[in-house]
Structure formats: structure tokens, C-alpha cells
Nanobody, 123 residues
Framework: QVQLVESGGGLVQAGGSLRLSCAASGRTFRTYAMGWFRQAPGKERESVAAISASGARTYYADSVKGRFTISRDNTENTVYLQMNSLEPEDTAVYYC????????????????WGQGTQVTVSS
């Protein structure tokens, strides 16, 4: 059973930066794609970014393109989300997900989910 644990969330002012990390257990991390999703209060979960198993391919939601960067370190079983130029609209609980065959922005393609980390951006 794969476990995903997010960290790095917090409170930041608009225009600031945060880097989220997601550590995965198990020895199969390098074989599956990973993604980041978020859910704001009263809203549905939405996609943020996805990365292929090798890290060669990345995909982003239009709302974060040019501001967020997803990356992974397969030697450390960790995926990252660098978030720059944060806006109050980015406030949400951020979840990492894994187990997809291909990098995909659709949450239904992911088998494993973390518990989430809160990101709050003040104006």
C-alpha cells in the first residue's frame, strides 16, 4: 500500500512563494505519474499539475501556468510543487495523488491520495 504525505503548506502573503512536498512510501514511486490537486472551501476539487513517471512530461491547469512548477525526485520518492506569485484565489487544501499510468489532470486516474496540506494566501 502506497502512502503519500504532503508538507510545506502555510500562510503567505499575496505575491509570495511556497514549495509543497509529497513523500511517497514504497519502491514503485518511479513507475507511476503524480499529480497535485486542490480544493477550496465550498468548491469542487480541481486539478493543478501533473508529471509523468520519468518527469519528462508536465501539465498544468490554466489558472497556474507560469506560476507553479511541478517536479519530482525519484531517488527521494518525492514530488514537489513550487508555487510563485501566489494569489488569494490559490487558497485551498492541496493534495498530491499518485498511481496514474500517465500524467493526467483528471483526478479519477489516480489511485493514491494524501491527506492534504493547507495553503492560505492573504491579500
Amino acid at each position: 500500500q502506497v502512502q503519500l504525505v504532503e508538507s510545506g503548506g502555510g500562510l503567505v502573503q499575496a505575491g509570495g512563494s511556497l514549495r509543497l512536498s509529497c513523500a511517497a512510501s514504497g519502491r514503485t514511486f518511479r513507475t507511476y505519474a503524480m499529480g497535485w490537486f486542490r480544493q477550496a472551501p465550498g468548491k469542487e476539487r480541481e486539478s493543478v499539475a501533473a508529471i509523468s513517471a520519468s518527469g519528462a512530461r508536465t501539465y498544468y491547469a490554466d489558472s497556474v501556468k507560469g506560476r507553479f512548477t511541478i517536479s519530482r525526485d525519484n531517488t527521494e520518492n518525492t514530488v514537489y510543487l513550487q508555487m510563485n506569485s501566489l494569489e488569494p484565489e490559490d487558497t485551498a487544501v492541496y493534495y498530491c495523488a499518485g498511481g496514474a499510468v500517465f500524467a493526467d489532470l483528471r483526478p479519477a486516474h489516480y489511485e493514491y491520495w494524501g491527506q492534504g496540506t493547507q495553503v492560505t494566501v492573504s491579500s
